[in-house]
C-alpha cells in the first residue's frame, strides 16, 4: 500500500516514510468526530518526529475512543483490550520491549468510571507512555449515557438530566502524582499534536485530557465537552510548542522574558510563551491553584499543567538493560545453569 | 476454666514399643511462634531419615486463635494425613477438652501444667511439665519467654518419643540460617525441657521413633517454593500477583529467590520484573500484556482471584496469547475457608471465560511436580498461544513436604512459533497472525519490538480474520472458533500424561489428582491387604491424554477420588466419555481438610458392598 504513493512528490521523513506509513484503515466513528482529528494529530506528530512505525506501541480498552487505534499507526503493534483495563495491559506489554514508544487511547467512560483504578495506577507506576483520555462527557457505542465525566445538570436525549458533579481527570491525575498532566482540546489541531510530541518524548507517563466532542450523542452549546462550548470557552495556558533534540532552541526567545523552556528526559525542548500570566508548569502547588481556580470560573483550561521531567520511569525502577529488549533474551541468559540446581536442592533441608 | 489439679497419669505400662509409627497434634494459637517449634519436630524426624509429614491447620487471622499442627511418622512411607492422633499437646486452654478427647486410646497426651483443668481419662497416658518455669529459670530475655515456651514442648516431646538432639539441632540450625544466638537461645530451652522431662516423667506409652534411612534422597519443601523456583528455571520474565492466601508465599519466594540465581554478577541489570498490582484484574492484565509482548508471564491467585481474572482469560483464550495463571485452591464459593485446602476450582476454571472457553490445566501432585510444572507450564503456554493453568491446592503448597529433589528440565525452552525479523524475511510475507500455515491449529505470531515491516498486528478480543483484522463475518467467526477447539484438542498428546500404579488382577481403577496422592498411595494398599486389588491413576492435566480413555475402557468401575462438593473432575469425565459414565462414580469429599486413606477405604468398599 505504501509503496505505490512513494512518488517522488510525496514528501518523506528524515526515515524515509511518508505519511500514509503512519496511517490505519479508515475511520468508522461518525462524521465530525473529535476522535478522528485526535488521530490525525497522532498520525502527524508521528511523522514529524521521524518514528519509525515498528518502533511504537498503541493500546486501548473498549468504547469508540478505543476503537481509534484501528485508524492510525497501521504498521505498528496494537492492543484493542477489555473495558477499562487498558493500563494493566499496557503496564505488561511495555515489558517486552521497554524502548518502544507507546500511545494509549482511552475515554472517559473508559477511564473514570469502569476504569478509574486501573488509571490511579498506571500513574502511581510511572509506566513510560502517552495516556490520552478522548473526553466527551458520554458513552457513545451504547448510545447516549451519561459518563463520569458528565456535568451537572446536562440533559441528554436519552439518558435524562444528569444529578452529579463531575470527575475532573486532570484533577485525579495531580492527586495521583502524575509527572506529565496535560489538558486539551480536539478543535485545537496545533496544540494537539505539539502537547502528543512533547508526550512521547517524556520519560514516564503522559496524562493527556482532551476535550473531544461527541457529535451524535453530547454536542450542545451549552454543553461542557462540545465544540461549541471549547471555542467558547478554552483559555490557554501558553502558547505551546514543542522542539525536538536536533534543532536548537532561539535563546533569544526565551531571554525576552515572555518563554520559558524546559528540558526534557531525552534532550529535547518544551517552549512556554506567555498568554496572560506566567505559569510555571514544575510547580505543583501552582498546579493545584490553577485548577481550582479553572474549576470555580467554569473556563476549559488548556495547555501543559503540571511536568515533572526527572522522576524515574517503570522500566528504571525495575533496572531494565538500557539498550536491549527482554523479549529478544534467550534461554542462556534466562534458564539458570544446570550446576546452580544442587545449592537450590541443598537449601531445602 | 476449671482449677482442679490433673490426675497422674494412670495408663499401664506397655511392653511392646511401637516404633516410627504415630500421628501427632500440637494445639497452640496462633501468632505464639508456635510454627518455629513444630517445623523443628518435623525437620528434626526428617533428618533422622523417618518418612514424615506435617499439616498447618491453621485459622484466618494473624494472632490468637486456636491452631492445631499435624505430624505423622510413618515408617512406611505414608504420609497422607490420618485424622486420629496417638500424641497430643495441648498448649491451648480454649481448646483443652476438645484436645483431650482427640486421644486415641493408649496415646499420650502433654501439656504446660499452667493449665488447670480435670483430666477425666484413664486410657490414656497424661504428662504435664512445668513450660513456664523452664523458661522463667533460663537466662533467656524476659520478651521472648512467651514465644520460648513452645520450645519446651519440643524438648519434652523429643525426650518422650527420643527425637535425637542433634537433628533437632540441625533443624534449629537450618531455621535460624546458622544464627548462633537464636539456635543456642532455643537449644537451650529444648535442652532443659529434655532434661526435665528425663528426670521426672516416667513413660507409660509405647510411642517411640528411631532412626531410619529413607530420607536421606528427599528433600523437604513446599508447593509454592517449588513452583516460584520452576517457574525461575522456566525462564520467567514478568509476574504480576495481588496477595492472597494460599497463593501469596509464590510469587514471594520468587522475589527472594530470582536474584541469585538470574541477576548478572557484573551489571546492576535484570532480565525479569515482578509487580505486585492493584487487584487480581490488574495482576492477569499485566501478565496477558507480558505474554502478548513475548515475555514468560504469570500471575499466582487462589479461588477469588480467579473469579475475577475471568474477563481477561476469556480474552487471552480468544486473542491466543500465551500466560501462565497458578491457583493454588482454596475453599469456596466466596471467601469461604481461606486457609483450608480443596480442588473445588476445577470445572470454574476449566471453562473460565463467557461464550464457548476450554482452558489448558496442568495438576501437580508432589512437590516435585510444582517445580517441574513451574517451568513447564511455560512451554505449554508458548506451544498452544493460550492460558495455562497450573491447578494447586494449599495443603501442597504451603505445607513442608518431603519430596524428590527438583530435577533439571530435561528439555529446551519450547517458544512456540514466534517469527522474527529473519524468519519473516524467509517465508516472504506469507504471514498473517491467524493464519493456520501449518494445518495444525496453532498459527505464527510476531511481538512487539519486531522491525519488520509486516510484523505489526493489532490484538483483539474482537472478531477478527486471518490477519487478525476487526471481522463480524459469521463465517470468520465460526471458522476462527473451530480452530481453537481443535487446537485445544490437539493439546492431549501435548500435557503431562497420567501416572498410572497397576496391582495385579485389578478390575476397579481410581483416578485422583493433585494433593490426594499420599492418601491414595496408602488406599490402594490397605484395599489390596483387604483382598481388593485396585488400579491408580492420578491426571496430571486437562485435557486428558489417551491413557486416560483406556484406563476407563479397561476397568469395570471407576472411582473418582477428589475434594469438592460436586465430583468436579468425574463430571468432567463424564463430558469427556460420555460412554462410559455407568462406570464412573464419584467420591468427593470437601471439609476442607486434606484428604484421608481411612475415609478413602470406606467409601469404596461402602459401594462395593464390603
Redesign the interface.
Known amino acids: 500500500m505504501t509503496e505505490k504513493t512513494k512518488s517522488p512528490n510525496v514528501k518523506l521523513n528524515e526515515v524515509g516514510m511518508s505519511k500514509n506509513d503512519y496511517r490505519g484503515?479508515a475511520t468508522t466513528l461518525c462524521a465530525g468526530c473529535g476522535h478522528n482529528s485526535i488521530s490525525n494529530q497522532i498520525i502527524a506528530a508521528a511523522f514529524e518526529l521521524n518514528v519509525?512505525?515498528?518502533?511504537m506501541?498503541k493500546l486501548s480498552g473498549i468504547g469508540c475512543s478505543s476503537k481509534s487505534?484501528?485508524y492510525f499507526l497501521?504498521?505498528?503493534?496494537?492492543?484493542?483490550?477489555?473495558h477499562g483495563?487498558m493500563?494493566?495491559?499496557?503496564?505488561?506489554?511495555?515489558?517486552?520491549?521497554h524502548?518502544?514508544k507507546a500511545i494509549a487511547v482511552s475515554g472517559d467512560g473508559d477511564t473514570t468510571n469502569i476504569g478509574m483504578?486501573?488509571f490511579?495506577?498506571v500513574i502511581r507506576?510511572n509506566t513510560r507512555m502517552v495516556y490520552i483520555i478522548e473526553n466527551n462527557g458520554v458513552y457513545g457505542l451504547t448510545k447516549g449515557q451519561f459518563s463520569g465525566t458528565a456535568e451537572e445538570g446536562l440533559e441528554l436525549k436519552y439518558a435524562g438530566k444528569n444529578n452529579f458533579k463531575p470527575v475532573d481527570i486532570v484533577q485525579e491525575a495531580m492527586a495521583s502524582n502524575a509527572s506529565f498532566i496535560a489538558r486539551s482540546f480536539a478543535g485545537d489541531s496545533a496544540q494537539v499534536k505539539a502537547l502528543i510530541k512533547a508526550a512521547l518524548s517524556h520519560n514516564g507517563l503522559a496524562i493527556l485530557d482532551i476535550i473531544s466532542p461527541c457529535v451524535t450523542f453530547n454536542n450542545g452549546d451549552d454543553a461542557r465537552h462540545s465544540y461549541a462550548w471549547g471555542r467558547e470557552h478554552n483559555e490557554l495556558l501558553h502558547e505551546f510548542s514543542y522542539v525536538p533534540v536536533e534543532e536548537e532552541i532561539q535563546v533569544n526567545d526565551i531571554q525576552d522574558g515572555e518563554t520559558r523552556a524546559i528540558e526534557m528526559h531525552d534532550g529535547s525542548h518544551i517552549v512556554l510563551r506567555k498568554v496572560e500570566k506566567d505559569y510555571d508548569p514544575t510547580d505543583y502547588k501552582a498546579a493545584q491553584r490553577l485548577l481550582e481556580d479553572a474549576y470555580t470560573d467554569d473556563v476549559m483550561l488548556t495547555g501543559l499543567i503540571y511536568v515533572d521531567p526527572e522522576r524515574a520511569s517503570l522500566p528504571e525502577i525495575?533496572?531494565?538493560?538500557a539498550d536491549r529488549?527482554?523479549?529478544?533474551?534467550?534461554?542462556t541468559?534466562?534458564?539458570?545453569a544446570?550446576e546452580?540446581?544442587a545449592a537450590?536442592?541443598a537449601d531445602?533441608? | 476454666m476449671t482449677t482442679s489439679k490433673a490426675k497422674p497419669a494412670k495408663a499401664k505400662k506397655t511392653s511392646a514399643l511401637i516404633t516410627n509409627d504415630l500421628s501427632m497434634t500440637v494445639a497452640t494459637m496462633n501468632g505464639s511462634g508456635s510454627q518455629t517449634s513444630n517445623l523443628t519436630l518435623l525437620?528434626a524426624l526428617?533428618k533422622m531419615g523417618i518418612p514424615v509429614s506435617g499439616k498447618n491447620l491453621f485459622p484466618s487471622n494473624i494472632q490468637g486463635l486456636p491452631t492445631w499442627y499435624t505430624i505423622r511418622v510413618n515408617k512406611d512411607g505414608y504420609i497422607g494425613r490420618r485424622g486420629s492422633n496417638e500424641i497430643v499437646v495441648a498448649m491451648n486452654g480454649e481448646t483443652f477438652a476438645k484436645d483431650l478427647q482427640d486421644v486415641e486410646a493408649g496415646g499420650a497426651f502433654f501439656y504446660p501444667d499452667h493449665l488447670k483443668f480435670d483430666i477425666e481419662r484413664e486410657d490414656i497416658s497424661i504428662y504435664s511439665f512445668p513450660a513456664k518455669s523452664i523458661v522463667k529459670d533460663s537466662d533467656a530475655p524476659a520478651s521472648l519467654r512467651d514465644y520460648l515456651t513452645n520450645m519446651t514442648y519440643v524438648g519434652v516431646v523429643a525426650q518422650s518419643l527420643e527425637i535425637d538432639l542433634d537433628a533437632i539441632h540441625q533443624?534449629l540450625d537450618?531455621h535460624f540460617k546458622g544464627k548462633e544466638k537464636p539456635i543456642k537461645l532455643n537449644m537451650d530451652i529444648i535442652q532443659k525441657s529434655y532434661d526435665w522431662a528425663a528426670e521426672n516423667i516416667e513413660k507409660n506409652d509405647p510411642y517411640v521413633v528411631s532412626k531410619m534411612n529413607e530420607t536421606g534422597d528427599l528433600?523437604?519443601?513446599n508447593g509454592n517454593?517449588a513452583a516460584a523456583?520452576g517457574a525461575?528455571?522456566?525462564?520467567v520474565?514478568?509476574a504480576?500477583w495481588y496477595p492472597i492466601t494460599p497463593a501469596s508465599s509464590l510469587v514471594e519466594e520468587m522475589t527472594k529467590?530470582i536474584g541469585a540465581?538470574?541477576d548478572s554478577k557484573e551489571?546492576?541489570?535484570?532480565?525479569?520484573?515482578i509487580?505486585q498490582?492493584?487487584?487480581e484484574?490488574?495482576?492477569?492484565?499485566?501478565?496477558?500484556?507480558?505474554?502478548?509482548?513475548?515475555?514468560?508471564?504469570m500471575t499466582s491467585t487462589s479461588g477469588p482471584g480467579i473469579s475475577l481474572m475471568t474477563?481477561?482469560v476469556g480474552?487471552a483464550y480468544y486473542a491466543e496469547i500465551p500466560v501462565v495463571i497458578w491457583d493454588v485452591q482454596r475453599v469456596g464459593p466466596s471467601t469461604g475457608l481461606p486457609t483450608r485446602t480443596a480442588q473445588g476450582d476445577i470445572i470454574s476454571t476449566h471453562f473460565l471465560g463467557h461464550g464457548d472457553t476450554q482452558n489448558i490445566m496442568l495438576i501437580p501432585g508432589t512437590v516435585q511436580e510444582c517445580f517441574e510444572f513451574g517451568w513447564r507450564a511455560f512451554d505449554v503456554a508458548d506451544r498452544y498461544q493460550t492460558p495455562v493453568f497450573v491447578m494447586s491446592d494449599l495443603d501442597l503448597g504451603m505445607n513442608q513436604w518431603m519430596t524428590k529433589?527438583?530435577?533439571?528440565?530435561n528439555q529446551?525452552?519450547d517458544r512456540g512459533k514466534i517469527l522474527w525479523e529473519e524468519d519473516l524475511e524467509k517465508i516472504k510475507n506469507k504471514w498473517g497472525r491467524y493464519k493456520d500455515i501449518d494445518k495444525d491449529a496453532i498459527t505464527y505470531r510476531?511481538?512487539?519490538?519486531?522491525?519488520?515491516?509486516n510484523?505489526?498486528?493489532?490484538?483483539?478480543?474482537?472478531g477478527h480474520n486471518e490477519e487478525a483484522?476487526?471481522s463480524e463475518d459469521n463465517e470468520h467467526w465460526e471458522e476462527n472458533m473451530e480452530r481453537l477447539s481443535r487446537k485445544f484438542e490437539s493439546a492431549r498428546s501435548g500435557v503431562p500424561t497420567p501416572i498410572i500404579e497397576s496391582r495385579k488382577g485389578a478390575k476397579i481403577g481410581i483416578i485422583s489428582y493433585g494433593s490426594t496422592n499420599p492418601a491414595l498411595e496408602e488406599t490402594i494398599d490397605q484395599l489390596e491387604e483387604l483382598g481388593m486389588a485396585t488400579d491408580y491413576l492420578r491426571l496430571r492435566a486437562i485435557p486428558f491424554s489417551n491413557e486416560v480413555k483406556e484406563f476407563i475402557e479397561t476397568h469395570e468401575r471407576i472411582y473418582v477420588v477428589e475434594m469438592n462438593r460436586d465430583g468436579q473432575m468425574h463430571k468432567l469425565l463424564t463430558l469427556d466419555y460420555p460412554q462410559f459414565h455407568e462406570k464412573l462414580i464419584a467420591l468427593p469429599k470437601h471439609d476442607g481438610l486434606p484428604l484421608r486413606a481411612a475415609w478413602i477405604r470406606k467409601a469404596i468398599r461402602k459401594v462395593e458392598g464390603k
Not at chain 1, 318 to 321: A, I, R
Not at chain 2, 267 to 273: G, S
Not at chain 2, 281 to 297: E, K, Y
Open positions: 484503515a519509525v512505525p515498528e518502533d506501541v487505534p484501528a497501521n504498521r505498528s503493534f496494537g492492543f484493542n483490550s477489555l483495563r493500563p494493566s495491559v499496557a503496564t505488561g506489554a511495555l515489558f517486552g520491549d524502548r518502544l483504578g486501573q490511579k495506577h507506576r525495575h533496572k531494565l538493560p529488549a527482554l523479549n529478544r533474551m534467550t534461554e541468559e534466562l534458564r539458570p544446570k546452580t540446581l537450590v536442592n531445602m533441608f | 525437620r526428617f533443624a537450618f528433600i523437604m519443601a517454593t523456583l525461575i528455571y522456566g525462564g520474565q514478568f504480576s529467590r540465581l538470574r551489571v546492576d541489570e535484570r532480565t525479569y520484573a509487580i498490582s492493584e487487584d484484574l490488574s495482576a492477569i492484565g499485566m501478565a496477558i500484556g507480558a505474554g502478548w509482548s513475548g515475555l514468560r508471564a474477563e481477561f480474552l529433589p527438583f530435577e533439571y528440565p529446551p525452552f510476531t511481538v512487539p519490538g519486531n522491525k519488520a515491516k510484523s505489526g498486528w493489532f490484538a483483539r478480543g474482537t483484522k476487526y
